[in-house]
């Protein structure tokens, strides 16, 4: 499976963007996860059956799936400074629940897309 990740850019505090990913294929379970730089990997979002988040994003940003399209999008809002990140997607198959936010679940990952957020 190959994807292919874009939208990012700068933005200031407050404001928004959406990410887009491509996805060659149809996968059960995909994701969103960032990296800031000198930190590890953090999962962001993910959609399986249902959206998942993390605490420190929820009710800002929205994962939502395009079945038709394959594609995958990440909407920010209410940007902060410690958003800024490389932003990347990710997809899988046979992903429990319990293992949904772990960076070694996912099998495919596409290329970051660098997101920054100016105070």
């Known amino acids: 499976v190959q994807l292919q990740a874009s939208g990012g850019g700068l933005v200031q505090a407050g404001g928004s963007l959406r990410l887009s990913c491509a996805a060659s294929e149809r996968t059960t379970t995909v994701a969103w996860f960032r990296q800031a730089p000198g930190k590890e990997r953090e999962f962001i979002a993910a959609f399986k059956w249902r959206e998942y988040y993390a605490d420190s994003v929820k009710g800002r940003f929205t994962i939502s799936k395009d079945h038709v399209k394959d594609m995958v999008y990440l909407q920010m809002n209410s940007l902060k400074p410690e958003d800024t990140a490389a932003y990347y997607c990710?997809?899988?198959?046979?992903?429990?629940?319990?293992?949904?936010?772990?960076?070694?679940?996912?099998?495919?990952w596409g290329q970051g897309t660098l997101v920054t957020v100016s105070s």
């Open positions: 990710a997809a899988g198959n046979s992903i429990i629940l319990s293992a949904i936010a772990e960076v070694t679940a996912y099998h495919f």
